[in-house]
């Protein structure tokens, strides 16, 4: 038989459970979803068949509703981790010398940034002469439109995910990377991956793409598809400084980004609704 219960009765329960939750050291509770997910639909593009659609997983959705009465400034101790296993990697990347051209042309090695419990990493190429002088990943004018495209185009802040790139140092004039620097760097790229533990990755560009994915396929090939890297779902899209370049790219861009948030279970934000096959930064 179900119990009935009161008004006061149910706040009085609640308020149990969230001092239960406190004394077992929870901080923060994730936030409600009010948005009905996109479905992938599988007939419109190869999704159904590689990767199944994931729901956002409770728990990394969000990390900003304090429970109430606790200090929303104490660090949560598993997110400390990450963040810790993460500080130590940039630490032993910061020490990194195996790329003797880079090294000397550094003025800082460039590790990554973002939420440490990120469902989304984004991946770019290397470091380019902005990047290098701050210590940060795309933060020029191509990390603009990338923050456009997460924050317009998806719905979600850019510190919500983590970004970093195949090369952690920029190589001179900003050249592509060369096949032994981008191995050299590989071991970083792996570790720092399975610290955040991402569900989802998206590839900015071919470099991106072709080097975590093992491929000589053109980025115009691998977009539009669903991958996989160690059993992670991988959307493949144009590099934003190409985007720059080429406009008229922007509509495929804003088909993957919509790609990959059918897969995420996200919806299109209201302001990017009707705007289907236009770009995410228009
Ligand atoms: N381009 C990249 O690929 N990465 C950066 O960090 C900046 C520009």
């Known amino acids: 038989m179900r119990q009935q219960h009161n008004s006061g009765q149910l706040a009085r329960m609640l308020r149990q459970q969230l001092e239960s939750w406190q004394r077992a050291g929870l901080t923060h509770l994730p936030k409600a979803r009010s948005a009905r997910p996109v479905e992938a639909n599988p007939s419109d ?132 990377p060369l096949p032994q620097e981008a191995e050299n760097c590989r071991p970083f790229l792996e570790k720092q991956l399975a610290i955040v533990q991402p569900k989802f990755i998206c590839c900015l560009g071919a470099c991106a793409a072709q080097n975590l994915l093992g491929t000589t396929e053109p980025i115009s090939r691998l977009r539009g598809k669903v991958h996989s890297y160690q059993g992670i779902p991988v959307v493949c899209t144009y590099h934003p400084a190409y985007l720059l370049r080429t406009p008229a790219a922007k509509a495929q861009a804003w088909q993957d980004l919509q790609l990959l948030m059918s897969l995420m279970g996200l919806p299109i934000p209201e302001s990017r609704r009707g705007k289907r096959s236009r770009s995410s930064s228009d």
């Open 45 to 176: 593009s190869p999704v159904g068949s590689v990767c199944p659609p994931a729901a956002l997983s409770p728990g990394s959705e969000s990390r900003d509703s304090p429970l109430p009465g606790k200090d929303p400034g104490r660090p949560n101790p598993v997110q400390e981790d990450r963040a810790a296993a993460l500080a130590r990697l940039a630490a032993q990347v910061a020490r990194c010398r195996r790329c003797p051209e880079l090294v000397r042309n550094r003025t800082q090695t460039v590790f990554g940034t973002g939420n440490p419990y990120a469902q989304l990493v984004f991946i770019g190429e290397a470091p380019g002469a902005d990047e290098d002088r701050l210590g940060e990943p795309f933060v020029g004018a191509a990390g603009q439109l990338l923050t456009d495209m997460i924050e317009k185009g998806m719905g979600l802040r850019r510190s919500d995910v983590y970004i970093m790139n195949i090369l952690r140092c920029r190589p001179p004039g900003n050249r592509t």
